[in-house]
């Protein structure tokens, strides 16, 4: 079964920047696409970002110009930085994995806090 392993979750000030790491397990091929969620009390898990191998990516209007996603192929590894991080921003953030030809996969979910 495929694992994702997330990092970098924390609390940090309004203004603050952090960097999530979303690390796939050695079984996970036929990878299409990674992307970040989140989900604040409440309310609906929503997209925040993804990009696919061929390095196209997309960002939901609220984040555009502050978040940037990556992806290291080779390490099956994605990465959100977040910048001006605002208290809005606070929720918790999943890590899924799109495959071709196989169901996709979700990470554990690590918290991030924005809070002076």
């Known amino acids: 079964q495929v694992q994702l392993v997330e990092s970098g979750g924390g609390l940090v000030q309004p203004g603050g920047s952090l960097r999530l790491s979303c690390a796939a397990s050695?079984?996970?091929?036929?990878?299409?696409?990674m992307g970040w969620y989140r989900q604040a009390p409440g309310k609906p898990r929503d997209l925040v970002a993804s990009i696919t191998t061929g390095g196209n990516t997309d960002y939901a209007d609220s984040v555009k110009g502050r978040f940037a996603i990556s992806m290291d192929n080779t390490k099956r590894t994605a990465f959100l930085q977040m910048n001006s991080l605002k208290p809005e921003d606070t929720a918790v953030y999943y890590c899924?994995?799109?495959?071709?030809?196989?169901?996709?996969?979700w990470g554990q979910g690590t918290q991030v806090t924005v809070s002076s």
């Open positions: 050695r079984n996970a091929f036929n990878i299409y696409a």
């Open positions: 899924r994995l799109f495959r071709v030809g196989a169901s996709d996969a």
